[in-house]
């Protein structure tokens, strides 16, 4: 049993209450919607929260679960082997989800909801920035793609800090320091941390709402 993102949750697991019994296994993925409600108006614990993300569509996504009073080992486990399939997923406790939130698919695969946005107009800033330079749009925004895709990846997978990795490529001298202090001077990574954190406060209000 899903349930999906609404302000209306509260009416909906209202109206189904009677149909929740303790025998089912109910998961939210409804953002902003704290687990000790959902329990409340279903009128027990066996719930689990998952934030997955929309790169599960081409399984890739960045999930984060947090188990209800009494949901199982066994329920987690459950839980974790569907959501696995596509994508990767990790426990947190609920009290992080609102940073999650803002965080999700950020640098390292980059964290996992809003964070893919980021990355998509990284990518479109990239592809335009490769068609001013004059290249084909076509081109621009396959190198763009395929180059976030192959950082992600060397970010997971090579077990070196980000700013190790781009130490490795940043020559002296070079073509990518020169690039890097542009987007210093731009406030960069400042930016993206400001994105972040209005993310994180509007998911702690909506949790409010």
């Known amino acids: 049993h899903f349930l999906c993102e609404t302000p209306s949750v509260k009416n909906v697991v209202l109206q189904l209450r009677p149909l929740l019994s303790k025998k089912k296994l109910l998961v939210s993925i409804a953002a902003g919607v704290k687990l000790k409600d959902l329990q409340e108006w279903a009128g027990h614990g066996r719930f689990i929260r998952v934030m997955p993300n929309t790169p599960s569509a081409v399984g890739e996504a960045a999930s984060v679960m947090s188990m209800g009073g009494a949901a199982t080992e066994e329920d987690g486990e459950l839980v974790a082997k569907l959501f696995g399939s596509v994508g990767k997923i990790w426990r947190a406790d609920e009290k992080l989800f609102d940073a999650i939130t803002g965080l999700r698919y950020m640098f390292l695969k980059i964290l996992s909801g809003s964070g893919p946005a980021y990355i998509y107009l990284a990518i479109e800033a990239l592809a335009d920035g490769g068609v001013a330079a004059g290249l084909p749009r076509e081109l621009a925004l ?68």
């Not at 320091?177 to 400001?194: C, D, V």
């Open 142 to 209: 396959g190198l763009a793609s395929q180059t976030v895709l192959g950082a992600a990846s060397m970010a997971i997978n090579s077990g070196k800090h980000p700013g190790q990795l781009k130490d490795e490529v940043t020559s002296p001298g070079g073509t990518t320091i020169a690039g890097i202090h542009e987007l210093e001077k731009s406030g960069f990574r400042g930016t993206l941390m400001n994105a972040v954190v209005a993310a994180t406060k509007r998911s702690q209000e909506l949790s409010k709402s």
